[in-house]
């Protein structure tokens, strides 16, 4: 059985991200005084009295807006509490009762979902502030006073939903999910392609740049296997991001990066690969991380015979140091090829995770070195003594010799070309470490 789901709503600007970030045991949620800030499902992990469930974060419910962005809001919520398991509706002592959360709680009543009442910004510790006692008008029974900020009145909150949660069946660990990070610059599609793999408008989709600020996890299970896609905000030029907010989306896509296991880089047709595409490529390039260059908007272009082939050849030059990332045309919109993605990033995944034996790789070695033969300097010759594998994730390579200043880019490249020509290694970064006669371990 699967983990409880606890969803937090509420208004906007109550403090539900400062309660889902207490309650993850980390910065996960975007927290700043400005309405409208958390805009799509957040998901966390959380435990309480030995019990693993998971939190969701949403956007704050305006019941009556026509605002865009806000309306699709309010869906996020509402998607959100189909979902959950329990519903934390989250409140503000200092504005007391308003109008919007007797409509949101009368929502919420309409969801036959148990409901626990959390009334925020109860700041002082001790006996409980006498506003406290005006949400009993909202009939979801007995208010819970807490500080999100200082943590105060969560453990008798985290006790009242326990209650409701489901039987316990199982532990509800999956193991093997390959993570998976949609990154590239803004409106470049990434959350159109989450919607389309998941088969619901999850994210919120816009052609205003910087709708994603939140990384969004979500899991798909296939017959190609396991997944957990993270959609991510757009990685923008520096210059540009002047929005504290923005600032913080940056770091979490990075942050992104950091815990995925494949990294799925997005290009607009439309426009080719740009200088910030390149930024973006290298983060994950840099990090070691399996890649995929996934082209989206090709319905979007005029093609021809040969239309592919040289856009192919574009993105390679475009990317010039990542020559070993497959490159997938898609439509996001259209779902064309979309369904070749999964199989893609299970094989660079394997890739990354590959290990060669030692005996192998020395072979490859001695068959490179004798069609090739090392560099030379001032009369002394480099001398490769053998090559090991040190690590996966990205394949890391040992080569010990004589001399590391003999030991030039071109023949490391050369001796990367010929491994990956015998063990493919799609997908991934290669390293290559050299070891010198007298260096310590």
Same mark, same amino acid.
């Given at each position: ?13 109550? +403090? ?73 509706? /989250? ?84 193991? +093997?999910? /390959?993570?998976? !990070?949609?990154?590239?610059?803004? $409106? ?6 989450? $919607? ?48 504290? /907010? ?9 942050? !992104? ?7 799925? /880089? ?65 439509? !996001? ?83 990367? $070309? ?24």
């Amino acid at each position: 059985m699967s983990k409880p789901t606890v969803a937090i709503v509420g208004r906007p600007n109550v +403090g539900k991200s400062q309660l889902f970030n207490r309650l993850a045991g980390k910065r996960l949620s975007i927290v700043e005084d400005t309405p409208g800030v958390t805009r799509d499902r957040l998901y966390a992990d959380s435990e309480w009295r030995g019990r693993t469930f998971s939190v969701i974060d949403t956007g704050g419910i305006e019941p009556r807006n026509d605002n865009e962005i806000l309306k699709f809001m309010r869906y996020q919520a509402e998607a959100a509490i189909h979902h959950a398991d329990v519903i934390v509706f /989250i409140t503000d002592l200092k504005t007391g009762v308003t109008a919007a959360d007797e409509e949101v709680a009368s929502m919420l009543q309409r969801s036959g979902k148990p409901i626990v009442l959390a009334v925020n910004k109860c700041d002082k510790p001790g006996a409980p502030d006498p506003g406290i006692f005006e949400f009993y008008n909202l009939g979801l029974g007995d208010p819970f006073g807490i500080s999100a900020l200082h943590g105060y009145g969560t453990g008798d909150l985290l006790d009242a939903v326990y209650e409701h949660f489901p039987p316990e069946e199982g532990d509800g660990e999956e193991e +093997g999910r /390959i993570r998976v !990070a949609l990154i590239g610059k803004p $409106n470049v599609g990434k959350s159109s392609l989450l $919607n389309k793999v998941l088969g619901e408008e999850r994210v919120i989709v816009s052609n205003v740049a910087g709708t994603t600020r939140d990384s969004v996890d979500a899991d798909v299970d296939n017959a190609h296997g396991k997944f957990t896609f993270i959609d991510t905000a757009g990685i923008r030029k520096k210059s540009k991001v002047e929005e504290k /907010i923005e600032k913080f989306s940056v770091m979490r896509s990075l942050m !992104a990066v950091e815990r995925a296991d494949v990294c799925v /880089i997005m290009i607009d047709a439309t426009e080719g690969v740009t200088e910030q595409d390149t930024k973006v490529a290298g983060e994950a390039h840099n990090a070691g991380k399996a890649c995929i260059v996934v082209v989206n908007k090709w319905d979007l272009v005029e093609k021809d015979g040969s239309t592919m082939k040289e856009y192919t050849l574009r993105v390679r030059e475009g990317l010039a140091y990542m020559p070993y990332a497959p490159v997938l045309f898609i439509s !996001a919109l259209t779902g064309q090829r979309v369904d070749k993605l999964y199989g893609l990033i299970a094989e660079v995944y394997e890739q990354n995770h590959k290990r060669i034996p030692t005996g192998q790789l020395n072979s490859i070695l001695a068959e490179a070195t004798a069609r090739v033969q090392p560099p030379t300097d001032k009369g002394r010759r480099l001398k490769i003594y053998y090559v090991t594998q040190a690590g996966v994730t990205p394949p890391t390579f040992v080569f010990f010799c004589n001399d590391a200043r003999l030991f030039h880019f071109s023949y490391q490249r050369y001796l990367e $070309n010929q491994i990956r020509e015998v063990f493919g290694l799609t997908g991934t970064p290669v390293r290559i470490v050299v070891r010198q006669r007298g260096d310590k371990e």
